[in-house]
């Protein structure tokens, strides 16, 4: 269910999201792993980074249920990830929650966002900022978790 004032547009890209998973097999051997959980509307999201020899994503898995925007943003962020350090996807991550959280964004910062500015409606609608940034959130205490094993090698 889509708030019905949403753009047309990024309604369709979302809904497209939704129905079409992108990166949705599991990647076994990951370095980085996350869940997270919105007990609000139930929504659900595991991600798994695998990274390269220098550090940056090579490959993303995500599996999710809940609603529409919960997992269309998962989508679309495993589509942004790929090629980033950890420390670019950190940047990322900082950005969109920006955005979310209505500041005002340059137009670089709009465009390093990629596929995930069209999320930008959602912040008319409160109660959904959580599911559009469950999987950033996500993503972060992955990110942390990876980075606490590595200083404990
Ligand atoms: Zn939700």
Do not use: W
């Amino acid at each position: 269910m889509l708030p019905n004032d949403l753009d047309e547009l990024y309604k369709e890209v979302i809904l497209d999201h939704y129905r079409h998973p992108r990166n949705s097999q599991r990647l076994e051997d990951a370095q980085v792993t996350a869940h997270g959980f919105n007990p609000f509307c139930g929504d659900e999201v595991d991600l798994q980074l695998r990274l390269n020899g220098d550090g940056a994503v090579r490959e993303v898995g995500f599996q999710g249920r809940g609603c529409s925007i919960s997992q269309a943003s998962a989508s679309l962020l495993t589509e942004e990830l790929k090629g980033k350090t950890l420390a670019e996807a950190e940047a990322l991550r900082g950005t969109f929650r920006r955005m979310m959280q209505g500041e005002k964004l340059t137009d670089a910062e709009t465009e390093s966002l990629g596929g995930l500015a069209v999320l930008a409606g959602v912040r008319q609608f409160p109660v959904r900022i959580k599911c559009a940034l469950l999987s950033f959130a996500a993503l972060e205490d992955g990110i942390k978790e990876h980075a606490r094993r590595q200083r404990r090698k």
